[in-house]
C-alpha cells in the first residue's frame, strides 16, 4: 500500500531555502544554539564580583567557594563554546554544558520557576540535538549499547531534542481572549505538535524559527533600554536564551528529525 502526500508549495520553498543554504545553515545553527553560553561566558567575566557576591549571599558558601562557582562557569561555557565552533570533542563540550545549566537551575533557583525551568530544558533539547549532530558514524559514545532494534540512540536522542525544544514555545502562548491571542496559541501549537511528532518538521521548524526571530526582535529588544538599567540584562538574557533555541530548530531544518519520527514512517508506507 503506498500513502503519497502531495508537496504544498509551502513545502517546495523550505526545500528550496535548505538548497541554498544547506553549505552555511548547520554552522549557523551551531552558533546560535551556543549564543546563550558564550554572552553568559562573557558576563560572568564583566560581572565577576556580582556574580560573585550573590551566590555567596545566596548560598552563604563563602568568599571562595562563590569564586570558584563564578569561574567553573566562566571558563565552562566559553570552552565548551570553543570546542563547539571549531568541532573539536564536541561530544565533551556538550556534556559540559549540561552541565553548566543544570548547575545553573539549582544555583539560580530555575528550579522553582515554571517560565525558566521550561526554557532551561528547551535549551537541553538543543544540546541534545548538537550532541546527536556531532556523533559520526562508527564513533559512537555508546559503543556496546543496544540499538533498540532499528533506531540508534541518536535517532533517541533527535526524539527528546524536539520534544524539550518546543517547551520554549509554551511559554509564549497567552491566554488571552482576543481573537489574534487565540489564533497566534493554534497555530503555535499547532506547529508545536508538528515538531514533536516529527510530521512536515523542516517546514514547520523553520516557520517556528520565523515566527520565534520576530517575537525575540520585538520583546528582547535590550539594544534600546539603557545598559545601568536591570531591565537591559534581562532583556538581553532572554533574547540569547531564544537565539540557542532558534539554534536548535534551524538544525532540525538542516538534519532533519530522525528516525522516530512520521516522516521518516511515512518513507515505510
Known amino acids: 500500500i503506498s500513502f503519497d502526500f502531495p508537496m504544498s508549495s ?3 520553498l523550505s526545500l528550496n531555502f535548505l538548497r541554498v543554504t544547506k553549505q552555511y545553515l548547520p554552522h ?6 551556543i549564543s546563550t553560553f558564550l554572552e553568559d561566558g562573557i558576563r560572568m567575566w564583566f560581572q565577576w564580583n556580582e556574580q560573585r557576591d550573590y551566590i555567596e549571599a545566596t548560598w552563604s558558601c563563602g568568599y571562595f567557594l562563590a569564586a570558584c562557582f ?12 570553543v570546542l563547539i565552533l571549531s ?35 528547551a535549551l537541553g533539547g538543543g544540546l541534545l540535538l548538537l550532541l546527536a549532530e556531532s ?20 535517532q533517541y536522542m533527535q526524539l527528546g531534542g524536539r520534544v524539550l525544544l518546543v517547551l520554549m514555545f509554551m511559554t ?10 487565540i ?35 520585538y520583546f528582547n529588544a535590550f539594544w534600546m533600554v539603557p545598559a545601568y538599567k536591570p531591565m537591559h540584562d534581562f532583556l538581553k538574557y532572554d533574547f540569547f536564551q531564544t537565539m540557542s ?12 528529525p530522525g528516525g522516530v519520527s512520521m516522516d521518516e514512517k511515512k518513507k515505510l508506507w
Not at 525558566?116 to 530544558?121: E, G, I, K, S, V
Not at 509564549?172 to 491571542?181: Q, V
Not at 533555541?245 to 532533519?256: D, E, K, Q, T
Open 70 to 81: 563564578v569561574l567553573l562557569n566562566l571558563l565552562g561555557q566559553l570552552g565548551g563554546c
Open 172 to 181: 509564549l502562548l497567552h491566554f488571552d481572549p482576543s481573537f489574534i491571542s
Open 135 to 154: 556523533r559520526g558514524e562508527g564513533k559512537s559514545m555508546f559503543a556496546g549499547v543496544p540499538s533498540m532494534g532499528e533506531h540508534s540512540p541518536k
Open 183 to 217: 489564533l497566534q496559541n493554534l497555530v503555535g501549537t499547532a506547529l508545536i505538535v508538528l515538531v514533536a511528532i516529527g510530521f512536515k518538521t523542516k517546514l514547520a521548524a523553520l516557520t517556528l524559527v520565523l515566527w520565534l526571530f520576530a517575537v525575540n526582535v
Open 87 to 121: 568541532r573539536n570533542f564536541v561530544q565533551y563540550a556538550c556534556f559540559a554544558l549540561f552541565g553548566i545549566l543544570s548547575l545553573q537551575t539549582i544555583a539560580y533557583s530555575i528550579l522553582w520557576d515554571l517560565k525558566f525551568l521550561m526554557r532551561n530544558l
Open 245 to 256: 533555541v532558534i539554534g536548535g530548530l534551524l538544525l532540525i531544518v538542516a538534519l532533519g
Open 28 to 33: 549557523v545553527a551551531r552558533l546560535c544554539l
Open 10 to 12: 509551502k513545502e517546495a
